[in-house]
DNA sequence: CGGGTTCTTGACTATCTTCAACGAAAGTGG
DNA sequence: CCACTTTCGTTGAAGATAGTCAAGAACCCG
């Protein structure tokens, strides 16, 4: 899961991603805080997430860390590259996983449209990364988090009376790792969002989005 | 290219990335300055790099501008999203591209290593931008800079009395644009690399590392 | 050689980080 | 179930890094 705002174009044309072919594999359930893998293990399966969440990351030697991706439902996780995983991935949230083989990637294991499906999540992936190059590269830490906002918002939000909510499933450290911010700089733009009458928020993981146009210009970058 | 450093493993895994399949397509030229196609437009080939470089972008709205990778022989770009490219592409040296239908990529064209090496290219894309986003999210500009010219100096840079030379195709802007930099602030790095001994500069496009092991050291955050 | 672009450098500013303190929430053990 | 401890989140003040603005130097091309 990406947060960068697509364009029209390209939100259309990254529609196509879940993906219900059947599976000679049965499918795995983690519970938050659980490892699917490590960065450097051998790749045995990749993940289609049915439900719950995930954090790919990666480290440095320092421990400096980038938070690489979410991977919500519909995602599908632990592309190769190699033969081994470049990121660790952990469970955020309980979580029913389906396992392919890698031969499904490269052949569809005799199932073409298996195959397909694998093939454009990858694709996808590829695309929905370089939106993201701008996001880490362009963007201000006031449009990365609206933009991170707005994003799961229209993916995943709910209406409620005064406008759409989420529930974060990451702590704040975890999305500053994925903008390339410090959780300070995170929490104050929560609060200048709160205070701005854009969001308004019930406990930590709660977000209710009051004003998603507002939102959405912010994460553009045009000022409200 | 992507200019984070690999590890150990990572750099071992991304070893098989050139292919040499035939195709049925003829090869073509572009001299620098022409588009290989825009952001939007119908994806109809992927090409693998011959020789030249090339240089893909995205736009924001605004302006501003983020280089997604640049191109050099044995790379892979082209690959789609929903059927339409989601960068410009334009070549910084006069290039040959060898074009492969997209059908190669999703079933080969009949030919399985051509099919494997297409998603290969795919698969190893994925895991250097992964590598990419630590280094837009979590690096300083000093650290930004020297990766640039270590990786490409290790990829691409000839032995030299004192050092290894290479020869940048691409002008500040663009390097700026690709770090999630300024030109001022990169050029401001290169003179720092300049003035402390670990580069030398013969003209704007021609650098001697004259200390890889220091540049190294930088790029991996070690102050000199 | 001349004009225009690109690069470099300097001074200043803004943004984000760092450091520190405090409060709230969550986990633990009696 | 409650007190204690620990972690997480928020806020403030100070500092550092990179950006902005501006000018001059180097380079490129005709």
């Known amino acids: ?5 697509f ?3 390209s939100a259309k044309s990254c529609a196509p991603r879940v993906l219900e072919a059947p ?9 938050a805080g659980r ?3 490590h960065e450097g293990d051998e790749v045995q399966r990749i993940y289609r997430i049915g439900s719950g969440v995930v954090r790919l990351t990666r480290l440095l030697e320092d421990g400096r860390r980038q938070v690489i991706s979410f991977g919500y439902p519909g995602d599908v996780v632990g592309f190769p590259a190699g033969g081994v995983h470049h990121t660790d991935c952990d469970v955020l949230v309980d979580t029913k996983l389906q396992p392919y083989r890698l031969t ?3 052949d569809g294991d005799g199932d073409p449209v298996l195959h397909q499906a694998l093939l454009s999540s990858a694709l996808n992936e590829i ?3 370089q939106d993201h190059f701008m996001m880490l590269g362009r963007k201000s830490a006031a449009e990365r988090v609206a933009s991170f906002l707005f994003v799961i918002t229209e993916r995943f939000g709910e209406d409620r009376e005064g406008g759409r909510q989420i529930t974060l499933p990451m702590c704040r450290s975890d999305i500053a790792d994925f903008l390339g911010l410090t959780t300070e700089t995170v929490s104050r733009s929560f609060t200048a969002l709160r205070k701005s009458g854009v969001i ?5 993981q709660t977000v209710i989005v009051l004003d998603p146009k507002a939102l959405q210009a912010l994460s553009d970058g045009y000022a409200s």
Do not use: C, F, H, N
């Open 1 to 5: 899961m990406y947060v960068t705002i």
């Open 7 to 9: 364009s029209e174009r």
């Open 23 to 31: 599976s000679k594999l049965p499918p795995v359930r983690l519970k």
């Open 35 to 37: 490892y699917l893998y």
């Open 104 to 106: 499904a990637l490269r």
């Open 127 to 129: 695309s929905a990364m």
């Open 200 to 204: 308004a928020l019930d406990g930590i």
